[in-house]
């Protein structure tokens, strides 16, 4: 039979960019690969109203022998045909219009009785001594204790035994006795030397004891001689006409004596009769089981039914077995068919129905497309479905078609691609494609409307294909988050809109759920909010709290227009970091506050501007300190003064005469050193202010001195540029070759303030 070969790779021109000449599918490829699909197609067999179930491979209907042509609903089976198929309905009518219900007939060598198969069951009984238990496609007859068997050596212990008939002779000890000897027993008081007249009997007490309970002739008995049967089973055998070697045949057959009679004449195994337990059938229908390997319950469908043997080889497959023919075709179970099938149906009946009858809720009928390769690769087609029809000119055309493709095949990292297309104006669009990174919709961008439909509106979402515009006939609710062109709606966590470039957030404005704030930022270039005249912000039940005018003018009000208005810093949680507070000073004047959040968490105001413009900063860093203890200056030491008494410090940034600059900026620091016993013999005095980074000096050269100095003044004023954490000091350096020092007087002090 002929494969199709594909002869245009469609799937390589879904890969082209959009605009690609050879994007476009013609009508010329299209007309090939249709082309290809009816020469292929054309090779392949049909299947006619077939109901699979299971795995289902379809091939070839001829077994070499008989080829299978069709399928026939026939009632009568007139036809008598060799190439078709009879349904199952055909079969069920033909069997209940040509068959009649069946007696079995049972007896016990003496009465007669009729089961109907239809509606009767044969009960296998217990008597005496004898219990029946039916279990699953048997019933096993079992003795109690009153029974003696007849298997091994047996003990009677307190038995009586009721005019018991010895037939022939038996073997006590080593004597054999016979039934004349036993008869001279007859109420004689016999010793063991007169019992051993019963020698000649070659039984054991084990053999005689077996024959307790057994109602039986001698001719019966003898035919038992070499068979191995308990007394339950012998007693079933009771009226039996059969010789050792057919009673043999039966043991391990659990059926009573009515029913063996049915088996006289019957050619079969213990093997083969054991199936029949349960069977209510004559020795005829049996007869015709010869070499048929079924089980009871196979064998019991049979029940009711009124056929021949040539009746029933007939639904044996006419020539041939119907059940061999269509295992080797169609299995209802896991069929396997190879090749191409065809279902084809005259009516609006369901051509292919998959049903799964499992109560699994995760589970259900499933239709696997396996595409079974050995050097599977990428872009290779898992399954296409198509959608065909004629047109007017009584040509197949397809429709429309479902196509799967495997994208990528590597293990651990699989992907896949679905695609829906169908015919526009005689050409095939892509509809609807799933990629593993995208869904599409009209994916060679052809002149397609997309329309999504409400309750009572049909254009709820509509994409016009022509223009590409896009139209909502209600609002539009976002639920999660939305990209639409470089807009982005949320309302996840808050609702917001973001304007996008790409993927760069440009501007946005967002609500928050939880407190009802709107923000409105832009992490990229400007962001511009107009409005044609003035531009109002309101809260708390429509109060106006925040204006921009026409003429650009920005305005705060307070709470109702009047008293002190405020502009918050917040961060964590909405706790408040920094404030701006206006408030009215006097019929005309203002006043403005900037207030900062310090480390202890209290908002302290930081900087004051009153309505005569003074500028105030309560915590702008600044300190002073003096000494109040002499300094002693010894010769050549560079001696740090201490400054032991401090007279204010802002932001307490002075300790151990150490000045430690709380934050980066330009520092005014100022020095005043009163020197006094001043030696003239020295050669100089250098006063220093030492920062982290540079020195500042006041240096006098004692040369000029007339006689030794009792007071002298070093001023030391500069705008130190200092960085967080820097120090700032003063040290004094004496250099005299004599032994002289020198003497800082108290009143020496040492101050700073942070200017910038």
Do not use: C, H
């Not at 059938?281 to 040539?310: K, Q, R, Y």
């Not at 109702?560 to 005309?588: R, V, W």
């Not at 410090?649 to 709380?662: I, Y």
């Amino acid at each position: 039979m002929s494969n199709y070969t594909k002869t245009t790779n469609f799937a390589a021109k879904d890969s082209l960019p959009s605009g690609n000449a050879g994007k476009i599918v013609k009508g010329t490829e299209i007309d090939a690969e249709f082309n290809n699909i009816a020469t292929a197609s054309a090779t392949k067999a049909d299947i006619n109203d077939a109901t699979l179930t299971g795995t289902t491979t379809f091939g070839s209907l001829n077994d070499g022998t008989i080829t299978i042509t069709g399928w026939v609903d026939e009632d009568n089976m007139s036809s008598n045909s060799a190439v078709l198929v009879p349904t199952q309905q055909s079969v069920k009518a033909y069997v209940d219009s040509t068959t009649t219900a069946q007696d079995l007939d049972v007896t016990d060598g003496s009465a007669s009785i009729d089961i109907d198969l239809d509606s009767e069951s044969l009960g296998i009984l217990g008597g005496t001594g004898v219990t029946s238990t039916a279990s699953g496609t048997g019933v096993t007859l079992a003795i109690d204790s009153t029974v003696a068997t007849l298997t091994g050596s047996q003990t009677l212990t307190n038995k009586t035994l009721t005019t018991p008939t010895i037939l022939t002779s038996f073997t006590i000890g080593s004597a054999t006795i016979t039934e004349a000897e036993l008869e001279i027993l007859d109420g004689a008081t016999v010793t063991t030397a007169e019992l051993n007249v019963l020698d000649g009997i070659t039984s054991t007490t084990a053999e005689l004891n077996i024959l307790d309970g057994v109602t039986s002739t001698a001719a019966e008995i003898n035919i038992l001689d070499g068979v191995t049967s308990t007394t339950a089973e012998l007693n079933i055998l009771d009226g039996v006409t059969s010789s050792a070697t057919e009673l043999n045949i039966l043991d391990g057959v659990t059926a009573t004596t009515a029913e063996l009679n049915i088996l006289d004449g019957v050619t079969s195994t213990a093997a083969e009769l054991n199936i029949l337990d349960g069977v209510t059938s004559t020795t005829a229908e049996l007869n015709i089981l010869d070499g048929v390997t079924s089980t009871a319950t196979e064998l019991n469908l049979l029940d009711g039914v009124t056929a021949t043997t040539a009746e029933l080889n007939y639904t044996d497959g006419v020539t041939s077995a119907i059940q061999t023919q269509l295992d080797s075709k169609i299995s209802g179970a896991d069929a396997a068919l190879t090749g191409n099938a065809t279902i084809t149906t005259a009516d609006d009946t369901v051509q292919l129905a998959l049903i799964s009858t499992s109560a699994d809720a995760n589970a259900g009928p499933i239709l696997d497309l396996f595409r079974n390769s050995v050097s599977a690769a990428d872009n290779d087609l898992t399954g296409q479905v198509y959608f065909s029809g004629n047109n007017d000119a009584d040509e197949k055309t397809y429709y429309g078609q479902l196509t799967s493709q495997i994208t990528d095949v590597s293990n651990g990292s699989e992907d896949f691609a679905l695609e829906l297309s169908t015919l526009t104006a005689g050409s095939s669009n892509s509809r609807l494609l799933v990629t593993p990174t995208e869904t599409v919709f009209n994916e060679q961008s052809a002149d397609l409307d997309f329309r999504i439909e409400s309750d009572g509106n049909e254009n709820a979402f509509f994409l016009e294909g022509s223009s590409g515009n896009v139209s909502l006939s209600n609002n539009l609710t976002v639920t999660g988050t939305a990209t639409m062109g470089g807009v982005e709606v949320s309302n996840t966590d808050d609702i917001r809109i973001r304007l996008l470039n790409g993927a760069t957030f440009k501007a946005g404005i967002q609500v928050a759920t939880t407190a009802g704030d709107m923000i409105a930022g832009s992490a990229v270039d400007d962001l511009t909010i107009r409005a044609q005249t003035n531009m109002l912000f309101a809260t708390g039940g429509n109060t106006e709290r925040f204006r921009i005018t026409s003429a650009g003018a920005v305005e705060l009000t307070g709470p109702g227009g009047a008293g002190e208005t405020f502009l918050n810093f917040t961060a964590d949680s909405n706790t408040l970091k920094a404030q701006i507070s206006g408030a009215k000073a006097g019929a005309n004047g203002g006043k403005l506050s900037f207030s900062t959040n310090n480390s202890s968490g209290t908002l302290t105001t930081a900087m004051r501007i009153d309505s005569a413009g003074i500028v105030t900063t309560p915590y702008q860093p600044a300190f002073l300190a003096n000494a109040t203890t002499m300094n002693n200056i010894p010769i050549a030491a560079n001696t740090i003064v201490t400054f032991d008494a401090e007279i204010f410090d802002q932001g307490s940034n002075f300790a151990s005469n150490t000045f430690t600059a709380p934050v980066t900026g330009k520092y005014q620091l100022n020095v005043t050193v009163y020197a006094q016993s001043v030696d003239s013999a020295a050669d100089y005095v250098q006063i220093a202010l030492t920062t982290s980074n540079r020195e500042y000096y006041a240096i006098l050269a004692t040369t000029s001195l007339a006689q030794d100095a009792a007071y002298m003044t070093f001023p030391i004023s500069v705008l130190a540029d200092m960085d967080a954490s820097d120090t700032a000091v003063v040290a004094v350096q004496l250099n005299n070759s004599g032994a002289a020092q020198m003497d800082i007087n108290a009143v020496s002090s040492f101050s700073g303030y942070l200017v910038a």
